[in-house]
């Protein structure tokens, strides 16, 4: 019997959580174990948090710790797939069974394994939720069929993305390092190095943003500048090591252009974290 674990990673979202929870234990494929990582909420999200393997951190080590974390966790378990999302993203009843369908039609189909499955992850109003698009590779209709409607991509966010243990082994867990912001993508495209994932788009999930917004250095606010910070430094990074320089030139070039007219402070802070992105170099963290 194939083992399925469920992470969540929380920070101050209760009421979200519990619908997040709800909604897991509504799935037709339950999962058979629920890992909540808590990012050192001051809300009750431990009164929501039960019938689940909790774990209240005692400092908030970001989005990318806590998946590192709870996916350490879930593999040390046993796990055989490994489903992860955030605490504001609601799966449909059978999202996580057809993404678990699809990466076992796809292997016997087609004699390959895929490292990933992904939902198509749809904003509150029903349309498509800009900030978790998958990447498409340049063949990506390559298996598509009316009857099992897939479609090859090299990286996902980490709103309803199921992993196998198989890919777990052979390319480790993601950056604890870098916080938030990338560090899905940079996992997910690690992955892709076995193969391609799957986007899935029978399989949907709703996720709950205040507003349906992408990673557009554009639209660097205030208050959401600190995000963008973490992002420009983690996407230098992982582009240094994945692919080159050009590809640190190609993604300085698009967010140099996205940023023209916005305030020249906001531009500053985004340059120097690409300069810091330069010098960081985490480990990957492989099974033992």
Avoid at 8 to 17: E, G, P, Q, S, Y
Avoid at 39 to 67: H, K, Q
Avoid at 160 to 185: K, N, Q, V
């Amino acid at each position: 019997m194939t083992k399925l674990a469920a992470v969540i990673v929380t920070h101050n979202r209760a009421d979200k959580l519990a619908k997040v929870l709800q909604a897991l234990r509504s799935q037709t494929r339950v999962p058979d174990a629920i890992y909540v990582i808590n990012n050192a909420s001051t809300d009750y999200t431990g009164e929501v948090a039960v019938g689940v393997e909790y774990l209240r951190l005692p400092e908030n080590i970001g989005g990318a710790g806590g998946f590192n974390l709870g996916m350490k966790r879930a593999y040390a378990d046993g796990a055989d797939l490994v489903w992860v999302s955030d605490d504001d993203a609601y799966p449909e009843p059978m999202a996580i069974a057809q993404l678990e369908q699809a990466l076992d039609r796809f292997e016997t189909d087609t004699g390959r394994q895929a490292p990933f499955a992904c939902s198509w992850v749809k904003w509150t109003d029903g349309g498509h939720c800009e900030m978790n698009t998958p990447a498409p590779v340049w063949d990506w209709p390559r298996f598509y069929s009316s009857d099992a409607p897939v479609f090859l991509v090299s990286a996902c966010s980490f709103v309803s993305c199921l992993i196998p243990r198989w890919a777990i082994e052979a390319h480790g867990f993601p950056i604890a390092e870098y916080f938030i912001w990338y560090d899905d993508a940079e996992y997910t495209q690690r992955l892709g190095q076995s193969h391609p994932g799957l986007f899935v788009p029978d399989s949907v999930v709703v996720h709950d943003l205040p507003v349906n917004q992408g990673v557009n250095y554009g639209l660097i606010t205030g208050q959401s500048l600190w995000k963008f910070r973490y992002g420009a430094r983690n996407e230098t990074s992982a582009r240094l090591r994945m692919m080159g320089w050009a590809g640190v030139a190609e993604f300085w070039l698009r967010a140099h252009r996205q940023m023209r007219g916005t305030p020249w402070r906001f531009r500053r802070a985004i340059y120097a974290a690409f300069w810091r992105g330069l010098w960081f170099r985490p480990e990957i963290e492989r099974v033992e």
